[in-house]
């Protein structure tokens, strides 16, 4: 089992950045494909950025690419999404997520373990 959990939500200003940082435990993540999610209410999950398990590959979905970037740490068993330009359109609750195969999936069913979310609100 992997438990994870997110840190480093908030409330920030339109134009600002964030960065949040997602602590896995249990066991190493370091052969599973990493993602990070976002809900808002009334929405279904929607995939944001996902990292393979060696950090060469990156994904993005089109409304973040550019202003998002995915790291991990395989050493330190962490998942980072660094935020900049935030949009009120990017308020929602953050979650991040360990797939067991694959190398970027970006289905929420390809996940195996979640995190409970951090929230993320951006004022205009």
């Known amino acids: 089992q992997v438990q994870l959990v997110e840190s480093g939500g908030g409330l920030v200003q339109a134009g600002g950045s964030l960065r949040l940082s997602c602590a896995a435990s249990?066991?190493?993540?370091?052969?599973?494909?990493m993602g990070w999610f976002r809900r808002t209410p009334g929405k279904e999950r929607e995939f944001v950025a996902a990292?393979?398990?060696?950090?060469?590959?990156?994904q993005y979905s089109h409304s973040v690419k550019s202003r998002f970037t995915i790291f991990r740490d395989n050493a330190k068993n962490t998942v980072d999404l660094q935020m900049n330009s935030l949009k009120p359109e990017d308020t929602a609750v953050y979650s991040c997520a360990a797939s067991h195969g694959g190398l970027i999936p970006i289905q929420p069913w390809e996940y195996n373990y979640w995190g409970q979310g951090t929230q993320v609100t951006v004022s205009s």
């Open positions: 990292i393979s398990p060696r950090g060469d590959m990156t």
């Open positions: 249990g066991r190493t993540i370091s052969s599973y494909p």
